[in-house]
């Protein structure tokens, strides 16, 4: 079915009917051609590899980022035990296990008491050991526990030595006892 302009231009004979009909299908082939088409094979492979890419970087990015973040954690470690280090003087070697190995530090006999009591920390630095106050091995601790070794006054909870505790007292330690 044509339009009213159409039959009006073959009436007056400006148009033959050939013509007409060539221009009634280019239409229908525009308006057809106007709906979203499929996109082809290469087009879904090439998005696909794509959004592949993109997933793989963001994966390198966040790991290069967490390497980051721990060398900026240990390069804060090293400040701060460096400028809290506690001077090591003294002739009595205090021991202490480091993993399943026995390590020890020269100490006096004030550094001793308060290692025990925990107000000294013995923390992991380089190839060595140093001693920090609590405050400094506290934010040691909250940057890397690992490289705190020795800390008596930080309790361990359900590492199961209550009961040990309780079952040792019955037995007297004599005060002159240096492990």
Same mark, same amino acid.
């Given at each position: 079915?044509?339009?009213?302009? /159409?039959?009006?231009?073959? *009436?007056?004979?400006?148009?033959? *009917?050939?013509?007409?009909? !060539?221009?009634?299908?280019?239409?229908?082939?525009?308006?057809?051609? *106007?709906?979203?088409?499929?996109?082809?094979?290469?087009?879904?492979?090439?998005?696909?590899?794509?959004?592949?890419?993109?997933?793989?970087?963001?994966?390198?990015? =966040?790991?290069?980022?967490?390497?980051?973040?721990?060398?900026?954690?240990?390069?804060?470690?090293?400040?701060?035990?460096?400028?809290? &280090?506690? &001077?090591?003087?003294?002739?009595?070697? +205090?021991?202490?296990?480091?993993?399943?190995?026995?390590?020890?530090?020269?100490?006096?006999? =004030? %550094?001793?008491? !308060? %290692?025990?009591?925990?107000?000294?920390?013995?923390?992991?630095?380089?190839?060595? +050991?140093? %001693?920090?106050?609590?405050?400094?091995?506290? *934010?040691?601790?909250?940057?890397?526990?690992?490289?705190?070794?020795?800390?008596?006054?930080?309790?361990?909870?359900?590492?199961?030595?209550?009961?040990?505790?309780? +079952? +040792?007292? !019955?037995? /007297?330690?004599?005060?002159?006892?240096?492990?």
């Amino acid at each position: 079915m044509r339009n009213p302009l /159409q039959e009006q231009l073959l *009436k007056a004979g400006l148009v033959n *009917k050939t013509k007409a009909a !060539q221009v009634v299908r280019e239409q229908a082939k525009k308006h057809k051609g *106007k709906g979203p088409t499929a996109p082809s094979a290469e087009q879904v492979e090439a998005q696909r590899l794509q959004a592949e890419k993109a997933e793989r970087d963001r994966a390198l990015a =966040a790991e290069r980022n967490a390497q980051v973040r721990i060398s900026e954690q240990h390069a804060q470690i090293r400040q701060i035990v460096e400028a809290h &280090k506690v &001077k090591r003087e003294g002739e009595i070697a +205090y021991r202490f296990t480091d993993g399943d190995k026995i390590r020890d530090v020269l100490v006096n006999e =004030a %550094l001793r008491a !308060q %290692l025990a009591s925990g107000t000294l920390v013995i923390v992991r630095h380089d190839q060595g +050991y140093e %001693l920090l106050p609590r405050i400094a091995a506290d *934010k040691v601790h909250a940057r890397d526990a690992a490289m705190i070794v020795l800390d008596h006054g930080r309790a361990e909870a359900g590492n199961g030595k209550d009961a040990d505790d309780e +079952y +040792y007292k !019955q037995f /007297q330690v004599p005060d002159d006892l240096i492990w």
